[in-house]
């Protein structure tokens, strides 16, 4: 139980364009669910925590407007990267918590993004 | 000082040998703890999680809390060649806000 899934798991974009990710909880409801970056060989950076219903909470640093994120339902999540430029590239991953009888994190298998 | 503290290594150990792998926080209000482990370019897998304080036993696997220490480790018994990936310590207070450790890069070598 607890499957996290992400679509897609590898996307190449041109600079300028933007890129959606989905990140579904397949056999539980998130409640919440977390969006993270993570460079080479470096640790994970939460991205923003978003509560299904709700605005997300960004961290500090993280451009709200230019990674949008809608948590429509309790097993939805979606992180839009917007005008995205190379610096942007990343692996971006997701978690979802929530009523899985477990209060922890359960990832998905992550997406490459690279802008070229 | 980080909320949680975690050697990154990198550990290298032969085949069989047992993995001490250890992080350390400030938070006393911590009440749950996880580690998981990442392989190379894929997102975490939960290996084991704890409430409060004790022990927990899966497998090859053995996570230990100690809270009046603030201390918390993961034994990896008879390690193989397929443990070798990075490990990651979190932990939250109560289940809606989490801390990670920056993760121990462990390699098992045949």
């Known amino acids: 139980g607890a499957v996290v899934s992400q679509h897609p798991s590898w996307v190449i974009c041109k600079s300028g364009t933007s890129v959606k990710i989905e990140c579904r909880s397949l056999?539980?409801?998130?409640?919440?669910m977390f969006w993270y970056r993570q460079f080479p060989k470096q640790s994970l950076m939460l991205m923003a925590t978003?509560?299904?219903?709700?605005?997300?909470?960004?961290e500090q640093g993280v451009e709200k407007d230019k990674f949008l994120i809608n948590h429509a339902s309790l097993t939805l999540s979606t992180l839009t990267v917007t005008s995205a430029h190379p610096e942007d590239s990343s692996f971006y991953i997701c978690?979802?918590?929530?009523?899985?009888?477990?209060?922890?994190?359960?990832f998905g298998p992550g997406t490459r993004l690279l802008v070229l | 000082q980080k909320e949680v503290e975690q050697d990154p290594g990198p550990l290298s150990v032969p085949e069989g040998a047992i993995v001490s792998l250890n992080c350390t926080y400030s938070?006393?209000?911590?009440?749950?703890f996880m580690w998981y482990r990442q392989y190379s370019r894929k997102g975490p897998e939960l290996l084991m999680y704890?409430?409060?304080?004790g022990n927990k036993e899966d497998g090859r696997f053995t996570a230990q809390v100690d809270k009046s220490s603030k201390y918390i480790s993961l034994f990896i018994r008879d390690s193989q060649p397929s443990d070798s990936a990075t490990y990651l310590c979190?932990?939250?207070?109560?289940?809606?806000?989490?801390?990670f450790g920056t993760g121990t890069s462990l390699t098992v070598i045949p």
């Open positions: 938070n006393s209000a911590f009440q749950y």
């Open positions: 978690s979802a918590g929530g009523t899985s009888g477990k209060e922890t994190q359960y």
């Open positions: 978003s509560n299904e219903g709700s605005k997300a909470t960004y």
């Open positions: 056999d539980f409801q998130a409640t919440t």
């Open positions: 704890t409430y409060s304080s």
């Open positions: 979190a932990m939250s207070p109560t289940g809606n806000q989490f801390y």
